[in-house]
């Protein structure tokens, strides 16, 4: 019981980073800029917003003291992984993603009667069995493909799918800390009875069945990962590898997993679309995910379905119709757009930080990229922050000077680390790093 | 314990629908039709799939004894509500719903950050707004519009956010037979210990807190209901409105539940695009809506979202552009149209039907539309027939006679009793009456 309202702390995370303090929207490019507060009803809260309150506390204090457009008093909230730093390249690439969808479309919960996942439209399996093999990234081959609303559904449909079947107490999901803070609640929201959260992977002991999940490379800290309990009769593994794409990591060679998640959201950066794709060797598991999605949703959209087709496919066109073309022009193929992109912000963010003694930034190992064939060290998503001397709560100290975070509580490590989402826009990025760069040297 | 047995049959129902038998293609306007299996693998069956196994062997049967094109031959698989009947009406409407999405559209995880729901395209919200005010089925003023991959994901969401905050039992969710096959599916599968499954409200007793789901006009049987269970205070209903729509039954008021559930799936016929909206009066309800929605999904298709208001805006346009004009004209209005095309299917049906005495249908009460101003009985979007007489099975007695429904059994209810789809694209209806009328002369 003690773990179980221990986690319904963690419950609160995806919710409270939604509810939580400020967006900036552009109203024209680069001059207007507005922070919407979105901070609930304050004054019905219970108890379990308590977290939510203290950090609206500080949004608020930071945006009443001076609403000026300074950019020293901007609110920058990188709390979430909002993949917008994307949006310029969809733009340039003009009408090469354009999706056209007649009314008469997608009356049918069917796409194709003879897959497992029988609301899988063929032009997007397609998709990702051509980007798969382009990248190098995982093997597709004797692999089922299950679709959801996001890898995010699609992780709580392998919960469902890879719980034993009449245990008689939940099975532990696991994960080595820091994890991805939104894993507890996946596993407890519900209050299953078919799984729970068991918390650091590290920690997790005896000979009991377990779901350990797997991200590599890792959110929130970027590191290349494997499995850490080592059971493999007792265990199933989840293998999250959404940001296992070249713009982030290099591709050392295709996942050849049992269970691998894949997402657009971090791929092309289409969040909004949620969409998310599971390759499953074992055709048992890809069925009950496929039970799971059923009775959950029925299906997943098929408009996502065919716009994150046509999405994927003009990646895979960006590259292979520029092959041995000028290096202007290769350079609007997609993942090597988005590396140089990566590259430029992880350099800038790692001067800034290195300008003085209060931060420090996690060290990566570098590797050949297979795909690209640099040699580079893994650029993540996610900056994972560590506060150095006296500073206790990493993710209060940035909020003082008006950066929002997310503190390492949140993913079973120490508030003194915290983790700043590297993929906004980018005059938000370039404000982060004159902030980061001000606090260091000051 | 007996309960949850019980019920963990029901948790096949949905996948079972899905899984099972033959789904119908169109090769050429109505000259060429492959009928598809889908059994999944039968050698690996467990306990839980004995029903597909069975059905499994009726239909082989029925397939293997003759794949010759005779209509009494061929298989005519009416178990789902797959509403095909629908996309003749939107082919012929050509480009009007027709929506083109550019690549740079949908990265963000957020719609609109003032919203209680923050991932609800603000589009959407206007089309539902327009189109509830239009029909006059349920007011909008003072809700909270919250949307999801179809309903059945918010009616999820519901059972979430209405469940007794720290209470030592899971909160029974009740439905009076026959109820919607699914439902107790809903409950039951994660074993969450928030819900459960209660069963037939018409027996559920004792003054604990429960969650009624009242369906109206009801699937499977098309009758228009109220609460059963009658305690305000420890009562939450959920009204789920999916089929309150004017080619179904006539408007008499426009509903002012608590909590309303609609979907494109039954109202335009757009299965595929996964699109619900639920109508909140209470904001914290609403809220703990979104956050459910955050958890399981992090929101719902953008894509699916702006469709969806292209094709409710169309619905609206066609009736508000055609007011006024010749009745040709008139019945190419969208509710117009499919109340004529049910209105006719209702009448070929019944006389099928009543042309012996082995079948009986429900008697529906006649009642003043008002929006369309014509008085008229209930016109479902299922048949709930009953098989008289000395036959026990109806679905199996169908099954006989290769046509495939669901039984009574999966809805609460007696196997005396079992339902077909109306709502088939146009052959396949018209071969279901003909076997009917057949079976029933014979």
Known sequence: MELKARIMGHLLVVSLALNLGFVYRDYSIGKHRQA????????????????????????EKAVLEDRSSALDDEVIDLDLGDPTMYEKYWKQMGDKTTVVIPGWRFISYFSDVKNICFFLESELADAIVRLHKLV?????QGRSIVVGTGSTQLIQALFYATSPANSSEPVSVVSAAPYYSAYPSFANYLKSGLYEWGGNAHKFKGNKPYIEIVTSPNNPDGSLREAVVKNKQAGILIHDLAYYWPQYTSISSPADHD?????????????????????????????????????????????????????????????????????????????????????????????????????????????????????????PAFAWLKCEGEIDDCERFLRKHKIISKGGNYFGDSPKYTRISVLPRHHVFENLVHRLSTISSS
């Open 259 to 379: 269970i691998m998640l894949f997402t657009v959201s971090k791929c092309t950066g289409h969040a909004g679309t949620r969409l998310g794709w599971a390759l499953i060797k074992d055709e048992e598991i890809a069925k009950k995910m496929t039970e799971f999605m059923v009775i959950n949703t029925i299906g997943a959209s098929k408009e996502s379905q065919v716009r994150g087709a046509k999405i994927l496919q003009a990646v895979a066109d960006s590259h292979e119709n520029n092959r041995g073309s000028t290096k202007s022009e290769e350079s609007n193929s997609f993942f090597e757009h988005s590396f140089n992109l990566m590259a430029h912000r992880w350099k800038i963010l790692s001067n800034a930080v290195n300008q003085g003694n209060i931060f420090s930034l996690p060290q990566f190992p570098s590797g050949e990229c297979s795909f690209s064939r640099r040699t580079f060290a893994t650029q």
């Open 36 to 59: 919407e507060d979105y901070l609930g009803n304050e004054n019905e809260c219970k108890n379990s917003c308590r977290v939510a309150k203290r950090d609206a506390h500080y949004v």
């Open 136 to 140: 190098g990234n995982a093997v597709t």
